[in-house]
C-alpha cells in the first residue's frame, strides 16, 4: 500500500531533524564545557536572543534555564537597541542565537557587550560569520541540511532548542539542582503540587490539638472538638509527641471511667509522624498505607511543630 504524501513529507522531515540531532550529539566539545564553566560560576543572569526563528528558540531555552536554577531572560534585540540593553548588567552573560551568524539586528547588543566587558556566547550555523568573531565562546551547529527544501530554519532550530536543553541540563548538574528546588520553582499547576512539601499545608501553632501528659480526659475532649481533627497529640514539656489520642483510643477506653483518666493513660504511644520538609505526596502514601487520617509532624528532635490531616492533603491538590 503507498505511502500518502503528506505521511511521506512528515517522515522525511523527522529523518532530517534526526539526522541533525544525531550530528550536534558528536558535535559537543571544548566550546561547550568552556560555556558551561563561564555560566555556572555568575553572578547575574544569562541574557539569551535572537531574532525571527532564532528568536523564538531563545525565548524556550530562557524558560528552561530559568526553571532549572540558571537565572535567564529573553530580551528582543530590536527592543534592546531602543531602551532595553539597560537591563543588562555587567554582572550578567549574553548568549545570541542566529543561524547565519550575521544578522544585524543583533550588532547593538554585541557592541553593548564588548563595551562593558560582558561575556558573549554565541550558538550559528556558520563557522566564519560576525557573530562567532565577536563571541568569548561559539558553538557552531554541525553542517546538516534544513528538512525544508526552501532552506527555512527546521533541522537547525531544533539543533538549537536540544543544545538549549543540553547547557540547561549540564547547568543543573553542575549546580547540583535537585527536584525539591525544581518543585520551589514550579508551585502551580499539576507540577507544583507533586513537589508540594508537608511544612506548606500543614496546621501549627494555636491550630494544634496538643495536651499534656497528665491532661484529664474531660478536657482533652475539649480540645479535640475545638480543634476539628479528630485526635489530640500528647506532648511533655519540651514539646515531644510522647503519643495521640484519636477516637479509636476513646472507644477502647469506654467502659472505664474516661473523663476522669489522663491523657497518658489513653493514649497510643509513638505516634506516626513526618518530617516538614518531606513530600505531601509521601504523608498522603504513608496515611493510605497505615489507614490513619492524621500524622504528627516532628523537627529532627522529635518536637511537634505541626499536624497534617488527609483533608489538608487532598485540598491542596495532592492525589
Known amino acids: 500500500m503507498a505511502v500518502h504524501p503528506d505521511i511521506e513529507a512528515a517522515h522525511q522531515v523527522l529523518q532530517a531533524e534526526i539526522a541533525g540531532l544525531q550530528a550536534l550529539d558528536g558535535a559537543f566539545d571544548a566550546d561547550f564545557t568552556r560555556a558551561v564553566d563561564l555560566l555556572s560560576g555568575l553572578k547575574g543572569r544569562i541574557v539569551i536572543s535572537g531574532m525571527g526563528k532564532s528568536g523564538h528558540i531563545a525565548k524556550k531555552i530562557a524558560a528552561t534555564l530559568a526553571s532549572t536554577g540558571s537565572p535567564a531572560m529573553f530580551v528582543h534585540p530590536a527592543e534592546a ?67 525544508s527544501p526552501t532552506g527555512a530554519p527546521t533541522t537547525s532550530t531544533t539543533m538549537m532548542l536540544a543544545w538549549g536543553d543540553a547547557l540547561a541540563m549540564a547547568l543543573l548538574h553542575r549546580r547540583g539542582f535537585t527536584k525539591e528546588d525544581f518543585g ?56 515531644n509527641a510522647l503519643g495521640i489520642i484519636t477516637d479509636g483510643d476513646l472507644r477502647r477506653h469506654m467502659e472505664g471511667n474516661l473523663l476522669t483518666a489522663t491523657a497518658q493513660n489513653v493514649m497510643t504511644a509513638s505516634p506516626k509522624a513526618i518530617l516538614p520538609s518531606q513530600l ?27 499536624m497534617v490531616h488527609i483533608h489538608d492533603v487532598l485540598r491542596a491538590g495532592v492525589a
Open 81 to 147: 537597541s531602543h531602551g532595553d540593553l539597560g537591563m543588562i548588567t555587567e554582572q550578567d552573560a549574553v548568549l545570541l542565537l542566529s543561524n547565519s551568524g550575521e544578522t544585524p539586528e543583533l550588532g547593538d547588543m554585541i557592541n553593548y557587550t564588548k563595551r562593558f566587558k560582558i561575556p558573549l556566547l554565541a550558538l550559528v550555523r556558520r563557522e566564519k560569520s560576525m557573530l562567532v568573531e565577536a563571541a568569548d565562546v561559539a558553538f557552531v551547529l554541525p553542517e546538516v541540511p534544513e528538512a
Open 184 to 239: 520551589v520553582l514550579h508551585p502551580g499547576g499539576k507540577l507544583g503540587k507533586a513537589f508540594l512539601r508537608v511544612e506548606q499545608i500543614m496546621r501549627s501553632g494555636k491550630d494544634l490539638p496538643v495536651v499534656a501528659v497528665d491532661a484529664v480526659m474531660a478536657d482533652v475532649l475539649l480540645v479535640m472538638t475545638a480543634k476539628s481533627l479528630g485526635c489530640a497529640v500528647v506532648v511533655d514539656t519540651s514539646g
Open 280 to 306: 505531601a505526596s509521601e504523608a498522603l502514601g504513608i496515611m493510605n498505607r497505615l489507614s490513619v487520617t492524621s500524622l504528627c509532624v516532628v523537627d529532627h528532635t522529635g518536637k511537634l511543630v505541626g
